[in-house]
Nanobody, 133 residues
């Protein structure tokens, strides 16, 4: 059973920074041909939206609203995913979820997953990010 556990959320003033982390366990990464890991957020009253995705080959994709401010990265040795969030804005408020998609065949394309977060197989419980104006 896969587990994804997020941490690092909190409250900051607009213009501030936060770094989210997600530890992925329960998967044997080497047993899959490829994977994508990513961050999805949900603002109150809104649907979940893809924020940033990274594939096993370190290809990344970002939502237009966060390009130039957020950086997604991974530490494969630690099975940990990160999201560095800079110059935070009130519209970045929401619950941030870590998610994973594992491919038994073929590559995982970060652009495809960003456009369709239903492709993710596993989800974390989320961590809250609050940005005060």
């Amino acid at each position: 059973q896969a587990q994804l556990v997020e941490s690092g959320g909190g409250s900051v003033q607009a213009g501030g920074s936060l770094r989210l982390s997600c530890v992925v366990s329960g998967y044997i990464f080497s047993g899959y041909s490829s994977y994508c890991l990513g961050w999805v957020r949900q603002a109150p009253g809104s649907e979940r939206e893809g924020v940033a995705i990274i594939a096993d080959d370190d290809t990344t994709s970002y939502a237009d609203s966060v390009k130039g401010r957020f950086i997604i990265s991974q530490d494969s040795a630690k099975n940990t995913l990160y999201l560095q969030m800079n110059n935070l804005k009130p519209e970045d408020n929401g619950m941030y979820y870590c998610a994973a998609r594992f491919m038994e065949e073929g590559p995982c394309y970060s652009d495809d997953v960003l456009e369709n977060i239903a492709l993710f197989h596993a989800w974390g419980q989320g961590t809250q990010v609050t940005v005060a104006s």
